[in-house]
């Protein structure tokens, strides 16, 4: 009898989460053992960005090192998991059948918003994975019904993993000390949207843009908040959502994770 896993949203923060000690990194490294092994792997990262939705039919998808000026063993580093191509057709499929025109992309690696989490989840890199962009430009409701689309493949021993950040102003980063408690602003949001979270409301949880206090000014582009709204619309109707994990880095990145069921 096949598991139904959970869909995630993990927080991933900046590239050195692979390699500095913290509360982050050593939630993430245990988390992968909590949750079971699934068959395969449905990442939705920040960092690919389309026009319209496509996943990755990568037989072997290449480590991304999409970041510019982080130390030399950060570009050394691989997640050389197998791709997972019939995962990706299979999502093409449902993402139709939901009336959501989707693509798949022959060569398309892991960014590190992929292959962080990743890698400290699921170390030996053994795991099928593929990778679904995010549609900055189509808004919140677009990606909850991507995640309702996508729901039956939890049923089929796939882990869906949602990796952004619960806030997320590069340009306040470096403001502040790296172990610096949140400004109001940043705490204010992050209050809001765990209550709208783990109450399932999904209507204010869409309508984030408008409802949740700071919300521009927490996430001035809204990409590392859409894998979460993909994550929730794969949740099962009547579930309780679950804050996994808290905490901020920099004072303004938050780190929280969250599970549906």
């Keep these: 009898m096949t598991t139904r896993f959970p869909a995630l949203f993990v927080s991933h923060g900046a ?3 692979a390699l500095e000690p913290g509360p982050t990194r050593g939630f993430l490294a245990q988390l992968g053992a909590g949750i079971g092994r699934p068959k395969a792997i449905l990442a939705i990262s920040a960092h690919w960005e389309t026009v319209a939705p496509a996943v990755s039919a990568a037989q072997q ?23 997972a191509p019939e995962l990706a057709d299979k999502a093409v499929q449902l993402l139709a059948a939901a009336g959501l025109t989707a693509h798949a992309v022959a060569d398309r690696g892991l960014d590190h918003g992929a292959w962080v989490p990743l890698m400290l989840m699921y170390p030996e890199a053994d795991i099928p994975v593929t990778q679904l ?5 189509l808004g919140s409701a677009h990606h909850w019904r991507l995640g309702e689309a996508l729901r039956p493949l939890r049923d089929e021993g796939v882990l869906i993993v949602g990796s952004g950040s619960v806030t997320h102003n590069l340009r306040e980063f470096g403001r502040h000390r ?3 408690p949140p400004p109001s602003w940043v705490s204010e949001f992050n209050d809001w ?14 309508g984030y843009r408008a409802r949740a206090p700071h919300a521009a000014r927490n996430h001035p582009t809204e990409e590392h908040l859409l894998p979460l709204l993909v994550a929730a619309g794969a949740a099962t109707p009547g579930s309780r959502p679950q804050r996994l994990h808290a905490a901020y880095t920099y004072g303004v990145i938050g780190m929280d994770a969250y599970r549906f069921d």
């Design 15 to 17: 590239p050195t989460l």
């Design 61 to 83: 998808p290449e480590t991304i090192h999409d970041f510019y000026g982080f130390p030399e063993a950060l570009y050394a580093m691989r997640y050389p998991a197998p791709g």
């Design 133 to 137: 962009a995010v549609q900055t430009a």
């Design 178 to 180: 790296y172990d610096a």
């Design 193 to 206: 949207l765990h209550t709208t979270v783990v109450s399932t409301d999904r209507e204010a949880l869409v």
